[in-house]
């Protein structure tokens, strides 16, 4: 336990210094560990990614319960989407995590159930609020943050607010 720590400690060290190529053998070497040990714990970059973005995780699902409990469902949703796409351009590697179809971790892949529960929970109030369209779940409001944060990222940064707008007016019914 002490050698993942002592890794994952590293890898953090390296993106805080700019260095976003996370190779494993170079984080082996800084660690002090062999390359078997980090494979051992992360057989891959992504996995390795998935464990960095743990916390990121919670955050987004402590966000997401609290949207469930606002008093206006599409202000919940408002506010969550704002927060995650936030997350995700201010991480790349998160946001990684969150495009992914599949996950090499099982304590990552309990995460998107835990946020995807709660997005559910929060799109079937909006949708008995009359503020959202049928049809659409939580993975569709995932997949959608990530094309938006794909918007900013490729040059929209300043248009961060509408594109939100968009995808919020989307979601609506339709007239």
């Not at 890898?11 to 070497?29: C, H, K, M, P, V």
Request: hydrophobic letters at 45%; glycine letters at 8%; one cysteine or more.
């Amino acid at each position: 336990m002490r050698n993942r720590a002592r890794i994952l400690r590293i890898a953090r060290e390296q993106l805080a210094a700019g260095d976003t190529s996370l190779q494993l053998n170079a984080i082996a070497r800084l660690a002090g560990v062999g390359v078997g040990t980090v494979y051992r714990h992360f057989p891959n970059r992504h996995a390795l990614v998935e464990a960095l973005s743990a916390e990121r995780f919670r955050e987004l699902i402590a966000e997401a319960r609290a949207a469930v409990a606002a008093e206006d469902p599409l202000a919940g949703l408002h506010r969550l989407l704002r927060f995650a796409l936030d997350r995700m351009l201010d991480d790349p590697d998160f946001a990684a995590v969150l495009e992914s179809a599949a996950d090499v971790r099982s304590q990552t892949s309990d995460m998107r159930a835990e946020l995807d529960q709660a997005v559910t929970g929060l799109l079937d109030r909006a949708r008995l609020a009359g503020a959202i369209r049928d049809g659409v779940d939580a993975e569709d409001v995932r997949r959608l943050l990530c094309g938006v944060q794909h918007a900013v990222r490729s040059g929209g940064g300043a248009r961060r607010d509408l594109y939100l707008g968009i995808l919020l007016e989307g979601l609506r019914p339709p007239r």
